[in-house]
Every structure is written in structure tokens, then in C-alpha cells.
């Protein structure tokens, strides 16, 4: 499929950090003068694969999507620009307030399963990180063995569970809990797959942040009168808030352009901007609508990280 | 030349009509396809169907998903000698755009009648040569003046059928014979409607008894709050309804014809209605892309699908409609008395296709993006 604008790519286009790394790595502090030149070149050729890979395949779509955007769409020719016309109408349709609603859900989606992610993520993170010992490593790679599956096909096992007679109405049955809960087409389902699906972005910097941490600063605050509770959100908590902002990012921003989940789970009621988004490069047949939707969304995802990370970064980074 | 360059562009990227750039972009999209090619590229810019050098012994057939017989890969194989690589898609859209791109490798593709005039009006097919193909005479005649390709010029009728409603009479409490089955209280939150536009603006339309190919901006409303409206009542849109159908996640769907008899086989209870306000009825053919490497293979397996036992036994499989009237003999009794795998000519006559609007399609397909987001 053609489409340009998933939520891959929208993740990749809203990293600053990976991208502020490497150019700090390639502007090296020059306290000796004599081994700049060579350490400079040495930085650009360790970037240089990197560098084409993404201008290969990050910017170059992103330039086609931005082009998309202005164009004009046509029945045979997806998208056209006739005498190099932009059409700049797109964005104005793009902003239709038809579609807010949608916008508002997706987002509501999107927050509560970074919610959600981190209630579950959280304490995970933490008895892996403290009490893992030599299992944390398995630990881990479990949490990671999902992603040995394609996602769709983990989608569409939820989806054979909570069915009208799929496995969790027939346990309930059992039960004699009555089998005729309706759990698919509503807006828990769709929740609840997108947290099942981005778990593991949140829970990953959360153990990396949580088992760098240094287990005497909880000592120290117990020998210093700290209760429980004040311990855990004075210093756990604190400690742990680089991996929270790197996992709210991380689930937040895939589960704002997600597609996939709505419509295998969810039903007419959860129609996302994802899947309105891809809806207009199949039967919506407006292409050059989709594009200006997935900028549109872009751009507001680049504006929310940039005043995130400044606003919640700038003491936790 | 230009025209050529088109055919197989990679990305439109740039004005395609804008000749200052065809070179260049004709040069990149062969470096493209060299390395994408690798071994036994044929000549540039898509060659004829001629078939001038040897081709590998090798086929790349892109068809529906659910939509071939066990048998019918293996029997090409062993007829011919010629390996299959056999990839699915689930939307004449994907395909198209997919096409519409160039690139793919595939050498034969399987669109339905409207998309097949869309492909040729955008000269994204190879012209067939017959006398690679004796067995064309096998053809039912209505197959060989089809409207949408008369003179089979670049395709060749796979299978076909109707779009209709495939429910559970248990389920539902009743028999349903027209459009309405939707309003039904026990069905209400348990059924669908397909995810493509046309078919789900036909529908609404046959339901409050418009022409189905319409573009009257009145009558588009009209269907479109007609389908909002269904909105309301259905569980889903979506075109992925067979296994639902099969579990009684869903009780009654908008449905190909041969989709539900596959249900059928594993679910007794669900039928298969023509409804009687009407329906659309379809073909999808045989064509070959632009530019694709094996044409010669892609004609030797249009040959070998429309020998007689090779085409009842596709659609003893898959229970569709056979365009092949040489395989009827051959065909299930079960399968060919059964009125609403083969309907007979007088129900067929009131059963229109998909009219190609041109367009006017983009005016349906705004309509749809409301319906979707409403």
C-alpha cells in the first residue's frame, strides 16, 4: 500500500532526540586543535550510512507527502499539480470541523493508553529493575516476545478473545457471568489493544531509567525519616522520570497515528484520524487530502513534543 | 516514448506531463528496476506482449485472497513447467494503486470489470494477443462482448458474481430477501456493510430504489444519509466479514456471492440472497500489467485456466460463476443448479455492473469519506 503517512513514519519524524545526538557527535568540542580535522571526518563517515538511510527513506517521503499535499487529485492520476499549481486547499478541507471530533477521539485514544501504559508499564519497569536479579534478562526478553509476532496478527487474536463468541464470553459463560457481553466495537476495546500493543515502548525506558538507579539513595531516604509513599515519588519516581518522558513519547505518538488497531478491533463508532487518513488513499480517493491530514497531524505532533520536552524535559533531561 | 516512460514510473514525484523531466526520471526508474529486476530483465520501458527473447520459467500471479483452487497452481506447474509466486490483496483500490505505480513485477492481475476500464482508460495493461490464448473460444459469447472489454483486448474473464447478502436465518429470526434485513431488531449491532464505496453507495441506492450508478448530486444525498443512517445500525464496515459470518460474530453482511457459499460449506445455517430491490453483479478478469516480465507465461496461464476441467474445478472451489461454458459439464451439479451461484439470464438482466463514472467518482468518494467520519 501507498500510503505514506503511518504512524511509523510519524514516530521517526517526531525523534528529535536521536537526531540531536548525532549532531552533537558531529560537532566535536575542539580542545585539540590538531586531531579536529580527522576526529570530524571520522564523526561524518561513522554518519554517513545513517545519513543517507534517512534521507533515503525518512526525508525523501517526507518531501513526496509534503508535495502530496499541495496537489490536486484526478481519478486515474492519484495526484497531480497541474502547471506546478500548489493547492493549498487541502489544508483548509483538511481542518474541516467535520473531522474534529474524530481528531479529539484519536487523541482521547492516544492519552489513555499512554495513561493506561504507564499504571501497567510502571511497576513492571520497577520489580524487573529491583528485583529481577539474574532473571532480568528473561524478564525482558519476554516482555519483548510479543514483537516476535506481527502486530495485525496479535490484533486479530484479541479480536478471536473478545468476539460475541470468542474465548472471553465463553469463559464468562462458564462462569455463569452471562456470555453475551459486547466487547468489541467500543472504545475499551480499541484501548485496550493499543496498550497491549505499545506496552513494551513504555515499559523498556522505564527499566533502563529505573535499574540505572542508585538503590542507596532509598536507603538514604528511609535513614532520613522519608515515609513509603515519599520515597517512591521524592526519589523512585523521580529518578524514573527521563524513562517516563521517553515513554510517554514512545506510546503516545505511534498510538495517535495508529490505523489498524480501530478497525480490527473497534467498530463504526472508533474510526480514527489514522484511518480517515488512510481511508483517502483507497476509497476516499484523495490523496493529495490524506497527505495534508498526515502533515497536519505531523506538525501537531512536532509542536506537542517540542513544548513537552521543553516544558517537562528541560529539569527531568 | 513518453507515454511509455509513464507506465512505469516509481513515484510521481514530479508533473508527469511535463516533458523536461522524463528523462531523467526515465533513467532513475530503469536503475530502479535493474536492481529491482536483477536477473533476466526484459527490454526497457515494459516491451509488448510479443515476448521476443525467452522468458524464465517463472510467474507472478497477484489475485484476490480466497480465490483460487487448491489444484490450479500446481496443475499450471506441472502443465507447463513454470514456477507461480502467488501474493493476495483484498481491494481493487490497492491494487490500482499499487499498479498505478508501476514496479510490482506482477504479471497478472485480477480486477474487477470497472477497475480493468479504469486500468486500460489509464493504459496500465498489456494488450492480450489471442492467438496465444485458442482456448478463448471456450468463453461464454456474453463473455466475449462484454462491455467493459469487448473482444477480450486485455483481459479474460476469471470468475463472477453478485453482491448481495449472505445472513443466518436462525439468528435473525427470518427470512430476508431485500435490503431491509438491516432494519431487523435482532439484527441490530450484528451485521455489515462493505468497506468500498461503490458497492455501499449501490446498495443504498438499489434500497430506495435509484439507478445503483447514479450520480445524480440528489440522489448521492440521498444515499449517503441512507448509509449514515445504517451506520447507526450495523456493527461494522468492512469487507473482512467471512470468518464473523462462519463464528455468528456477524448474523447478516453484505456479501459477494461466493464468499458466503465458502461460509456455507463450514457453517450450514448462513445463506446467500440476491436482494430483490436489486444488486450489482460483477466479472474479474485476467489482465496483464504494463511492463510485466513473463507476458508470454501470463498467456499460457490465461490459456490453462480456460481449458474446461481447470475452470470447474476453480469454481467447484471457490463457487462463483464460471465465464467458461466449455467447463460447465464439469462443473458441480450442486454448484451450477444453484440459482444463486449462476443466476439464469432473466434474473441476470435486472442485475446492472458497476458503470466506470469517471469523475463523478470522486463525488461518490467524498460521500464516502463523510459516511466513514459522520
Not at chain 1, 564523526?43 to 534521507?55: D, E, F, K, M, R
Not at chain 2, 510521481?12 to 536492481?35: E, I, K, N, V
Not at chain 2, 463523478?360 to 469519506?369: F, G, M, P, V, Y
Request: proline share 6%; glycine share 10%; aromatic share 12%.
Amino acid at each position: 500500500m501507498a500510503a505514506p503517512p503511518t504512524s511509523e513514519e510519524v514516530t521517526n519524524g517526531a525523534e528529535p532526540p536521536s537526531g540531536d545526538e548525532g549532531a552533537t557527535g558531529a560537532a566535536p568540542v575542539t580542545p585539540r586543535p590538531r586531531h579536529a580535522r580527522s576526529e570530524g571526518a571520522k564523526a561524518h563517515g561513522l554518519l554517513g550510512p545513517t545519513t543517507i538511510w534517512l534521507t533515503l527513506f525518512l526525508l525523501a517521503p517526507l518531501v513526496i507527502v509534503i508535495w502530496y499535499s499541495v496537489g490536486t487529485r484526478g481519478v486515474i492520476n492519484p495526484v497531480q499539480h497541474p502547471g506546478g499549481k500548489l493547492n493549498w486547499s487541502n489544508f483548509s478541507r483538511a481542518l474541516d470541523p467535520s473531522f474534529l471530533p474524530i481528531f479529539i477521539r484519536t487523541v482521547a485514544y492516544a492519552a489513555a493508553t499512554t495513561v493506561a501504559s504507564l499504571i501497567l508499564g510502571f511497576p513492571l519497569a520497577y520489580v524487573i529493575a529491583r528485583f529481577g536479579g539474574t532473571w532480568k534478562n528473561v524478564l525482558l526478553g519476554l516482555i519483548i516476545l510479543p514483537f516476535w509476532t506481527s502486530y495485525l496478527v496479535r490484533m486479530y487474536a484479541w479480536r478471536f478473545i473478545l468476539d460475541e463468541n470468542g474465548l472471553a464470553n465463553t469463559v464468562l459463560g462458564s462462569l455463569g457471568l452471562g456470555r453475551n457481553h459486547q466487547f468489541t466495537n467500543t472504545h475499551w476495546a480499541v484501548v485496550l489493544g493499543l496498550t497491549y500493543g505499545f506496552l513494551p515502548f513504555m515499559v523498556l525506558p522505564l527499566y533502563a531509567s529505573l535499574e540505572r538507579m542508585d538503590a542507596g539513595l532509598i536507603e538514604a531516604a528511609y535513614d532520613l525519616g522519608s515515609n513509603r509513599f515519599s520515597t517512591f515519588w521524592r526519589i523512585t519516581f523521580r529518578t524514573s522520570l527521563p524513562g517516563v518522558v521517553a515513554g510517554v513519547l514512545l506510546t503516545f505518538i505511534p498510538a495517535l497515528g495508529d490505523f489498524v488497531t480501530p478497525q480490527l478491533l473497534g467498530g463504526t463508532r472508533t474510526q480514527t484520524f489514522g484511518s480517515t487518513i488512510q481511508d483517502q488513499f483507497g476509497q476516499g480517493q484523495n490523496w493529495p487530502l490524506g497527505s495534508a491530514m498526515a502533515v497536519l497531524l505531523m506538525a501537531f505532533i512536532l509542536v506537542g513534543v517540542f513544548v513537552y520536552t521543553s516544558r517537562v524535559g528541560e529539569d527531568v533531561l | 516514448m513518453t507515454e511509455e516512460h509513464d507506465n512505469v514510473r516509481v513515484a510521481f514525484l514530479w508533473d508527469p506531463t511535463s516533458p523536461r523531466w522524463s528523462r531523467r526520471r526515465f533513467l532513475q526508474t530503469m536503475g530502479f528496476m535493474a536492481a529491482a529486476g536483477a536477473a533476466g530483465t526484459s527490454c526497457g520501458g515494459g516491451g509488448g506482449s510479443s515476448g521476443s527473447g525467452p522468458e524464465a520459467k517463472r510467474l507472478n500471479f497477484y489475485n484476490w485472497t480466497d480465490y483460487i483452487a487448491e489444484s490450479t497452481i500446481p496443475g499450471f506447474t506441472k502443465a507447463t513447467g513454470i514456477k507461480v509466486t502467488y501474493d493476495n490483496y483484498s481491494s481493487n483500490d490497492d491494487l490500482f494503486a499499487k499498479i498505478r505505480q508501476g514496479g510490482t513485477g506482477y504479471d497478472l492481475i485480477v480486477p474487477t470489470d470497472n477497475f480493468v476500464v479504469k486500468m486500460i482508460d489509464g493504459g496500465l495493461l498489456e494488450k492480450l494477443d489471442l492467438s496465444k490464448i485458442p482456448n478463448v473460444k471456450n468463453l461464454d459469447p456474453r463473455f466475449r462482448t462484454a462491455a467493459f472489454d469487448p473482444g477480450n483486448r486485455y483481459s479474460i474473464p476469471w470468475q463472477w458474481g453478485t453482491t448481495g447478502i449472505g445472513y443466518d436465518p436462525d439468528a435473525v429470526g427470518s427470512r430476508v430477501d431485500d435490503w431491509t434485513g438491516f432494519d431487523l431488531p435482532a439484527v441490530k449491532g450484528r451485521s455489515s456493510f462493505l468497506d468500498e464505496a461503490r458497492d455501499a453507495f449501490g446498495m443504498a441506492m438499489y434500497a430506495l430504489g435509484k439507478d445503483p450508478n447514479s450520480t445524480a448530486a440528489g440522489d448521492i444525498e440521498a444515499a449517503r444519509k441512507y448509509l449514515i443512517a445504517l451506520k447507526k445500525k450495523v456493527k461494522q464496515i468492512t469487507s473482512d466479514y467471512q470468518d464473523p459470518l462462519k463464528s455468528g460474530g456477524l448474523i447478516l453482511a453484505q456479501a459477494y456471492s461466493g464468499d458466503v457459499f465458502q461460509v456455507q460449506a463450514e457453517n450450514k445455517k448462513v445463506q446467500y440472497v440476491i436482494p430483490k430491490s436489486g444488486a450489482f453483479q460483477w466479472v474479474d478478469s485476467l489482465c496483464i500489467p504494463k511492463g510485466a516480465k513473463h507476458p508470454g507465461n501470463a498467456h499460457k496461464f490465461m490459456n490453462y485456466i480456460l481449458e474446461p476441467k481447470v475452470g470447474a474445478a476453480l469454481t467447484n472451489y471457490v463457487q462463483y460463476g464460471t465465464p467458461n461454458k466449455a467447463a460447465l459439464p464439469f462443473v458441480d451439479k450442486a454448484v451450477k443448479d444453484n440459482p444463486l451461484i449462476m443466476p439464469p439470464a432473466d434474473v441476470l438482466a435486472e442485475l446492472k455492473f458497476q458503470k466506470p463514472l469517471g469523475e463523478a467518482e470522486l463525488k461518490i468518494a467524498d460521500a464516502w469519506t463523510s459516511v466513514k467520519t459522520s
